[in-house]
Each structure stands twice: as structure tokens, then as C-alpha cells.
């Protein structure tokens, strides 16, 4: 059970909140938030201490125990709650270049009359400067890793090596991109897997299954087989995209998975909002991880992911955003919420869906979607230091009878006080160390005057499952 712990104040304006000094990280005096790794169980650990060695969490312990003096920097922290950072398993980060531009239509009309057209314009030094924005915004909201599925992906590498966060990229393909492309994503895969001192993984991103024939699946299956790496794709984001497919070919979308190969290497699906009850078995037999992005699927008016039923059948389910035209930001502080009332308002009860099993989805099981279940969602000894700090001082936290309620249902992303990547603090007491939000802001209305100037494109794709 949680312990309370109530937060009176953050540290005394007196006292520098950070002492740079010797070799290792020293997270001092905050309380950390433990979740259990087999069942949804939450703790906090009062007056504790992270000890973070190289990119490492070397211990958690009570505070008093280790000497200031050995270590590089010491984090003054008192006041503060410790949770690992948050991972989005699903997103198109640079597409907040068009956050706004599509609102109020059918999912039908998103892509046809929106999305595809703007994309289709889409140049790699835009896609850098909206990855660079993303990315800002993300650190801020304490999300820490994001599996991101789009174009130039290299550029968006580049982007997230300089950021100092965490991602798992895959370059979207189509099947009228043709095969070349396979080989082209293939390339960057190689290139950039285990890049940025191992905090960029990559993996094969064929973009759906209405979108790839067969065999476009079948040669992306092959290939990620051939390289040992996994697939993230959308399939069954509806349910009218199932029983299209049905009515098509006789097959559900996650039948087309199975048969072209596609789960034989560990896949992330995006959204299974249309997976009917014979594809959770299907899938159940599987490596595979769902992400789920509950705004927008409010949004654009879909289904959700039958989350419970996955559960129940093992499979595991992440948070994530989507792109922030379908979203309209990259909070997945909103995700947690929507997602957690979402599944009570469904469920006809508030019983469902308590908060130490959200705050599990929202870090454990979202590190399991993404392949890292032992390195990532965690503060322990031997994950990778991924931490963030929360200041939960604010009014609309007052008075603090849970933190645990407080995270899932009160908390704001201005509430994000510090956050550590990899070991590496990125953001200090609020403010971005890797990032120039400023300049970045500049850049990215500057790209998306350059797209508007661009005379159109020919649109390489219709959405019609
Ligand atoms: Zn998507």
C-alpha cells in the first residue's frame, strides 16, 4: 500500500539546489516511487537516495547513507517525488509541425484531405526542427523515451543525439514507396542502431497493413528477421478498418500480421482499437506489445484498445500520444488519465483500472511494449537512469493525501522539476539543458513556411482500407 507522504515545500531558496562536485550522480532526498514488477503494486520510499553511476542505477537507499563529497553532482532533491521517466510507445513526434491544421473531420478526410498532402511536401530538414520540437516538449512533460515512427529518420536521430533522450526509431514505409525503400529504412536501421552510446535502438516501421500488400509485409518480415531486429506498425485502428479487411479478403488485419510473417519478430502494434476477440488469442501466441493513444481515439471519434482483454490474454499495453495532430500534444501525463477514466467509463465502474495498476502501464508495461522490460520503467538497482522529479507543491496537489492519485489524476507537465537521461541531467529545476526551445520555436515556424510555399506534391497515399 502507499504510504502517505505529504510534500510541505521545495527546497529553501538559500541552499544551491545543485553541487557540482566529484564523479557519480547522487539524486538526494526524494521520495522514490517503487512499482512492482510481477502485479500492480505501488510504494514510495520516503527520504531516499538514487546513486546513479554512469548511465546505471547503482542503489536506492535511505538518505544519510552516502557521502556528498563522492560523487560528481549531487541533486538536491528534497521535497521532490522520483518516478522513472515516462516512455510514449507510439508516436509521429515531428508532426507537430502541423499540430492545429486538422480538426473537427473524419479520420477519412484527416489523412486524404491533410495529413498525406502536408507530408507529401515534407523535407528532412523540417522533419529535424519538428523532432527538436517534439523532443522540448516531451522533456518537459517527463517523458524520457519515445518509439517514433516517421520519415528522415536519420534527421530525427540526429535530433534525439542531441536531445540526450531515449528513443526506438523506425523509418514508415509504404508499399508505394517500393522495395528499395525497404533497404533504404533497412540502412538506417543498421546505422543507427545502438547510436547515441546506446540510447537510439531502431526497428522496421512498414506503416499498416492497408497501406503494404502482402508481400511488401512479407519482405519487411524477412528483413527485420535477417537483421534481428523487431516491427512497429499500425493495424486494426478501427473497426471499420477490420471489417473492411474482412470484407475484402476475408482476413482481419491482425490475421494479415500473422500470415505475412510480420509477428515472427517482436512487433509494436498501434492501436488494435478494431482487434476483435480471436485476434487477442491470435496475438496472445506472440512477442507483442499494443500501444494505446486514448485522445486520439476521442478525437478522431475510433474505438479504443479492448485493454482488459489483453490482459487477460498477457499482452502487454502501452501509453502513448500518437502524432500531435490527432492528440494535439505529446502529454502523456494526459494519456495516463484519459486512458485510466476512459476504462472505468467503459467498464460502467469505477473499480477497474486503479491507479497502481495505471502507473504500471504508464512505466513497466510500457518499457515491456517497447522490448526493455529489464532496463527500463523502473528505480532499481541495475535500470537504466532514467528518472524524473516531480515537484507536486503546487495548489492543485494541496492537500497531498496521495501522491499516487496525485500523479495519475492532478498532474500538470509544469510539475516536471528535473529530468535524468542516461544518467545525464537534461532538464535542471525546469530548465532544458540540450535544447534551445527559443531558437527551436524559430526554426519550426520557419519549416512550416517553407512547406506552405511548396508547390504540391503528389500524394503517394489514399486512405481506403
Ligand atoms: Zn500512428
Redesign the pocket.
Known sequence: MERVCTIHSIVPQQQPLWEVELARLLVKNCAVLQIESQRPQVSLLPEHDIIINGNLIEAVQPTGQADPSRFDEVIRADGLVAMPGLINT?A?VPMVLFRGLAEDVTIDRWFNEYIWPLESNLQEEDVYWGMMLGLAEMIRAGVTTVAD?YFYMDRVAQAVERAGTRALLGWAIFSSNGEAMIERTADFAQEWNGAAEGRIRTILAPHAPYTCTDDYLRACAHKAKQLGLGIHI?AAETMDQTNASLAKNGRTPIQVLEQTGILDVPTII?HACGALPEDITLLSRYEVGIAHAPKTYLKLAMDLTPIQQCHEAGIPVGLAT??AVSNNTLNLWESLRLMSMLQKDRAGTPEVMSIPEALYMATRESARVIGMADSLGAIEAGYLADVILLDLSGLHHQPLHSVTASLVYNTEIHDVHSVIVDGKVIMRDRELLTIDSAETVVQASAAMERLAQRQPNRRIQTYNP
Do not use: K
Request: overall charge negative; hydrophobic content about 15%.
Open positions: 507510439h509521429h515512427h499500425h498501434a500518437d502524432g
